[in-house]
């Protein structure tokens, strides 16, 4: 049975880097004391930031435990300005003490080639999950949305859309730049425990409104969870969503 998404409302995004930060402890210290550590994906763009505001300096936090992956990547070297590690970096991982090898990164030799980039990133994950073939679950994928309605770099009317036979895949046309990249793919986007969607500005609304009240299969709408479906949406991108909709206010 597909998740029933879950939407909270935020009047700013300090009120969302708020609530994301009692969220995202609260699911960590449930997942270490489950399974001793946290599984967490991070996407680009604006998510690392509004992640990172309070998170960074929360001290109930078991660092050592969590484990970062990365929703999607840019083949770019780790310190280019487009890589999505970079980011995450500088707003989060440079503050906090996640030892790095639980830092799971695009492999540097790879970047020129981005088929053998995906399959390595695959096979990084695989060796994180106890080298199973068994689809993973990851505890917790941070998703952020583009106007366009994609999530991590599956685009609408993209071939990604449709692959099911591969954990991450990659491409070398991304409409939004830089045009190489690698993704995870709905199999393991859906197969996570919670999907949660950070979504803030008034460029947004749009999307929010086709998928979450028109039901468009736009690709951030087929995303969903074993767990729970969660958006956390603040008053812009909230602005054209049906008042029914809106099951939470916080
Ligand atoms: O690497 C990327 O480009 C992202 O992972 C991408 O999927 C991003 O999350 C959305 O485009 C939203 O970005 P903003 O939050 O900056 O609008």
Known sequence: MPATPEIFRFSSSDDISRALDHFVAETARAAIARS???????????????LAKNLKDNKSIEWSKWHIF?????????????????????????HV???ATHVYTINQALVQDHKAAAKDYAAQIKTAFGGSDAMPSIDLNLLGIGPDGHCCSLFPGHRLLDVADVWVASLDD??????????????IINNADINLFVVTGDGKADAIHKIVDQ????????????????????????GKLNASTLKYNL
């Open 36 to 50: 001793g550590r946290f599984t967490v994906s991070l996407s680009g763009g604006s998510l690392p930031k509004t």
């Open 70 to 94: 990365f929703a999607d990547e840019r083949c770019v070297a780790l310190d280019h300005d487009e890589s999505n590690y970079l980011l995450a970096k500088q707003q989060l991982l440079d």
């Open 97 to 99: 003490p996640i030892p």
């Open 174 to 187: 991304s409409p939004k730049p830089p045009p190489s990249r690698i993704t995870l793919t709905y199999p």
């Open 215 to 238: 039901k468009e299969a736009l690709p951030s709408g087929r995303v969903q969870a074993k767990g729970r479906l969660i958006w956390f949406l603040d008053d812009g991108a909230a």
